[in-house]
């Protein structure tokens, strides 16, 4: 039987801490396909919002961006500052509320972050990432791919390797909420709790922030890396990853 698990990232720091190399099945597709999104990111200002533990942040510094990254979760936000080597400015807060001023960032990311919140959360989110973007700037968010929680999905009808998923049956605002299961390269697994919002409310809250919708872009599971790791042998060839890319 599952249960809501209300767990945070900084309570499975095994599986969501530091790391220095691509582990998870979101570095080898999410996470490169983002950086493709934005371009050059030299000399401008971004904010990660929601960062964790700062593997996205470090790869946006890393490029020559001028990274903030901000998380409600302390406990894994003190792992993005143990390995913080490349001056970026974290500090605690919530994607709903953030404490800058507006126009602040060239880009706003929500990388991997907006499906732990509900309908409410995530439309906040939108409003703040428009705020503090300045006019003519990005926001990218990224997410699992909606189609994997769709009835009849592989990833609720079957073990799909790297994600399983249990519905709650809740539906909110046509949102369901599921225990996810999430298996990185190595087999260990995290477990936590995911709103499956819909793609128009992806694309719409943007919309209704008063942000114009540049891209969409569906980024699909690839053959190659189902050899990386005996458990993630099911799905290539099925959309991952949502990217959307807004102008502010
Ligand atoms: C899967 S991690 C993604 C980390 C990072 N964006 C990356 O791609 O490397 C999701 C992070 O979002 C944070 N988070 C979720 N909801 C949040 C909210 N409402 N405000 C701030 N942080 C949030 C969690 O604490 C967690 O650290």
């Known amino acids: 039987m599952w249960r809501y698990v209300m767990t945070t990232f900084g309570d499975q720091k095994e599986f969501w801490g530091h790391r220095e190399n691509p582990k998870l099945v979101g570095d080898f597709i999410n996470r490169p396909a983002v950086i493709r999104m934005i371009g050059d990111v030299k000399g401008k200002g971004i904010l990660e919002a929601g960062c964790g533990s700062g593997y996205f942040a470090s790869l946006l510094a890393q490029k020559g961006g001028i990274v903030w990254g901000i998380d409600k979760d302390t406990n894994i936000l003190r792992e993005a500052e143990r390995s913080n080597t490349l001056g970026i400015r974290y500090q605690p807060g919530c994607i709903e509320r953030l404490p800058y001023d507006d126009d602040s960032f060239d880009v706003v990311t929500l990388t991997s972050v907006l499906m732990y919140n509900d309908s ?19 926001v990218i968010v990224s997410v699992p791919h909606p189609y994997l929680y769709l009835p009849g999905s592989m990833a609720r009808s079957e073990d799909i390797s790297w994600l399983k998923l249990n519905s709650h049956g809740t539906s909110v605002e046509r949102t369901e909420v599921f225990t ?5 390269i190595h087999g260990n697994s995290s477990v936590l709790d995911v709103y499956d919002h819909p793609t128009d409310d992806y694309v719409n809250f943007g919309l209704q922030a008063g942000l114009s919708l540049l891209r969409m872009e569906s980024v699909k599971f690839p053959e190659e890396l189902t050899k990386r790791s005996p458990g993630w042998g099911k799905t290539w060839g099925y959309d991952a990853y949502l990217l959307l890319e807004f102008s502010a």
Request: proline letters at 4%.
């Open 120 to 138: 409410e959360v995530m439309r906040e989110a939108y409003v703040q990432a428009w705020k503090g973007t300045k006019p003519g700037g990005r």
């Open 180 to 184: 996810q299961e999430y298996f990185d």
